[in-house]
Structures are given as structure tokens and as C-alpha cells.
């Protein structure tokens, strides 16, 4: 009884082994729509099943196939150029990937926009060294400066930037207008004699304090005493000088 159990596994076992032998991509579909918990015990059930039609579709193959979030690119003879736009302040989520369930892939060249950053779908893979391991990636972030930038990525069969790669490379370039950042996060501490304000420096650049009575006449708080601590600008008002105010940061332009 027992042997006849074990045939009727084996054979819906082979066929998914097959299955994705011949579609490894299938492995960035399963990771991105299952949770954490179980995508640790997926990945080692799929990652030996993708890799053993990996190799033989990289030594192989002609054309690059790619997917950055809606957009399909199936190009031979040439890097695949993706373009993004948008301005400063807004939020980035790009997916992208690559048909041949690559482990790492490498920056060869150029540098993402600053407030952008390489992932993967569990928000844990990091770049070092110019290179990150993951199959399936994700750039993060929120553009902060205006600019012209572009990076372009190599997909590689193995870890750390090894192994085969794909016959063609994908370049993403970003084109970031100017825009309006919206004001860090305003802390506060209040003790006996004071209250202290304090938010993140660089974030509250091109940004001022001010107050107001009635939400509606905003002015700058006076008198006050502002200093930097810790990557922290930190402003002191005497309560005394307080009567139901509010307090908000505003652009200085």
C-alpha cells in the first residue's frame, strides 16, 4: 500500500520538477505573491528545480527577455533600455526581472538617483561590492534630487556576480524634474520650562518653522533657540511664550 502511495507523489512531484525546468520565471511569480514564512521553504523546493534549466538557458540562448513592471523586452544584439520620469518627491517602486531566474546580478555601470535603493521582494538583499543576490529586483525609494541618471544591470547564474549571464544587459534611465519634498517629521519633547522641537536635518533643508493660534495666520515662532545635534536640528521655545499654539515646517521659498 505504501509503495503505491509513494508512485502516485512521485509522479505529480516530476511533473512540477519539469514544469519548472522549462519556465523557471515561475519562481519570481511564486516568491512575489506568497508570505514570508513560506517562501523560506519554497525557495529550496524551486531554487534546485530552476537552476537545472538555467544553464542550459544561458549558454544557449540569443535574445534577453526582461520585465520592468508593465513593459515586456525581447531584444537580441543590443541593451535594453527601459526610461523612467518623474519629479522629486515621488515614490519609485520598479519591479524587474529576467527569464533566466538569474541568483545575482551586477551594476556595470552608472548609479541609481539619490533616495533610490536595489532590493529584492523581501526588502533584505543589499549591493555590496556593486553586486546583489537576488533573482527577481526591486528599486525603492523616493527621488530626491533632479537630474539625469541611469544605471545599467547584468543578471548572472550564480551568486555574487558569477557564473553565465544573458546575452544582452538591461539599462533603466531616470529623468527627475524638480519638485517639493514634503517636510520631515516634526518630534517633540516637552519639559518644564520648554518645549523642544526636533526633526532630520537634511530632510528639513529648504524648509522653516512656524506657528500659529488659529491654523489659519502662520508666522515664525519667537523667540527660539535652534541648534544641530546628531543629524537633528532642535528648536527650544520657553513655554512661557506658548498659549495654544501650533507648530508646523513649511518651504522657506
Known amino acids: 500500500m505504501i509503495p503505491r502511495m509513494l508512485v502516485r507523489l512521485q509522479v505529480p512531484l516530476a511533473l512540477l520538477v519539469l514544469i519548472l525546468q522549462r519556465a523557471p520565471q515561475m519562481y519570481t511569480t511564486l516568491v512575489s505573491r506568497i508570505s514570508l514564512p513560506s517562501v523560506q521553504i519554497v525557495q529550496k523546493a524551486i531554487l534546485t528545480s530552476a537552476a537545472l534549466g538555467s544553464t542550459h538557458a544561458l549558454s544557449g540562448a540569443t535574445t534577453s527577455e526582461y520585465r520592468v513592471n508593465d513593459s515586456s523586452y525581447r531584444i537580441r544584439n543590443a541593451t535594453i533600455l527601459h526610461p523612467e ?31 533610490l535603493r536595489l532590493t529584492d521582494f523581501l526588502e533584505q538583499a543589499e549591493l555590496v561590492d556593486g553586486k546583489i543576490n537576488a533573482s527577481s529586483l526591486l528599486i525603492l525609494g523616493t527621488y530626491t534630487k533632479a537630474g539625469n541618471y541611469g544605471i545599467t544591470l547584468k543578471p548572472w ?61 502662520w508666522s515664525s515662532p519667537s523667540p527660539i533657540t535652534s541648534s544641530e545635534e546628531d543629524g537633528q536640528t532642535k528648536v527650544t521655545i520657553p513655554l512661557s511664550e506658548i498659549d495654544s499654539d501650533y507648530y508646523r515646517l513649511e518651504s522657506a521659498q
Open 85 to 115: 520620469s518623474g519629479q522629486v518627491g515621488d515614490k519609485v517602486d520598479i519591479e524587474f526581472s529576467n527569464t533566466i531566474t538569474p541568483a545575482s546580478w551586477e551594476v556595470t555601470q552608472g548609479e541609481l538617483p539619490d533616495g
Open 157 to 217: 547564474s550564480e551568486a555574487n556576480g558569477e557564473g553565465e549571464t544573458a546575452p544582452q544587459n538591461l539599462s533603466i534611465t531616470f529623468q527627475i524634474a524638480e519638485g517639493q519634498l514634503p517636510p520631515p517629521e516634526i518630534s517633540y519633547r516637552k519639559t518644564e520650562v520648554h518645549l523642544v522641537l526636533s526633526w532630520d536635518t537634511d530632510s528639513g533643508q529648504g524648509f522653516e518653522l512656524k506657528h500659529s493660534r488659529d491654523l489659519s495666520i
